[in-house]
T-cell receptor, first 111, second 116 residues
Framework: KQEVTQIPAALSVPEGENLVLNCSFTDSAIYNLQWFRQDPGKGLTSLLLIQSSQREQTSGRLNASLDKSSGRSTLYIAASQPGDSATYLCAVTNSNYQLIWGAGTKLIIKP | GAVVSQHPSRVICKSGTSVKIECRSLDFQATTMFWYRQFPKQSLMLMATSNEGSKATYEQGVEKDKFLINHASLTLSTLTVTSAHPEDSSFYIC????????????FGPGTRLTVT
């Protein structure tokens, strides 16, 4: 059974710092991995999708990597801003085409 | 492209009544839609997978007679919470999957249900 773990559960850093969020999964048989952002009481915003054949994806200040063999992904946020404060969720698409979710990392960027 | 809408965004209902939530794919056809619920400070939990024209597949522990799902067209799926109770209060999110190689899901903005 696929399990997705996100570490840390919460992170607070000063504005301007670069940071890394971690995601691990137990079964390497995935179609893709996605990173999402969720603001309090709001829906999901898709940030990056990495296909199983890819190693990384970049969008602006965000870079996501995928090491399928070791079951790990990282989301790198450069030059963090207070507006980056949110909960970041990682999810993998399993062999049944379902999304399996991590519990999220709550990020706070202090001005 | 690939926009999913949900209606209503918020709903308050009395215990014992039924509530219908709509999920629409606005600019694409979705043969598969998913329904999730999210409790405060928790991640999303998949409730059911809905395929157009067929019965939904429910996850273990989800009561299919309580959470009625209808996917009558390629752009609309509905979730009806029947005989709602306060413990059904939650954030319900739908997603729609495009039938192409990357299997990406596109998410609606969610519906906040409060049962009093």
């Amino acid at each position: 059974k696929q399990e997705v773990t996100q570490i840390p559960a919460a992170l607070s850093v000063p504005e301007g710092e670069n940071l890394v969020l971690n995601c691990s999964f137990t079964d390497s048989a995935i179609y893709n991995l996605q990173w999402f952002r969720q603001d309090p009481g709001k829906g999901l915003t898709s940030l990056l999708l990495i296909q199983s054949s890819q190693r990384e994806q970049t969008s602006g200040r965000l870079n996501a990597s995928l090491d399928k063999s070791s079951g790990r992904s990282t989301l790198y946020i450069a030059a963090s801003q207070p507006g980056d404060s949110a909960t970041y969720l990682c999810a993998v698409t399993n062999s049944n085409y379902q999304l399996i979710w991590g519990a999220g990392t709550k990020l706070i960027i202090k001005p | 492209g690939a926009v999913v809408s949900q209606h209503p965004s918020r709903v308050i209902c009395k215990s014992g009544t039924s509530v219908k939530i709509e999920c629409r794919s606005l600019d694409f056809q979705a043969t598969t839609m998913f329904w999730y619920r999210q409790f405060p400070k928790q991640s999303l939990m998949l409730m059911a997978t809905s395929n157009e024209g067929s019965k939904a597949t429910y996850e273990q522990g989800v009561e299919k007679d309580k959470f009625l799902i209808n996917h009558a067209s390629l752009t609309l799926s509905t979730l009806t919470v029947t005989s709602a109770h306060p413990e059904d209060s939650s954030f319900y999110i739908c997603s729609a999957r495009v039938q192409r190689g990357d299997y990406e899901q596109y998410f609606g903005p969610g519906t906040r249900l409060t049962v009093t």
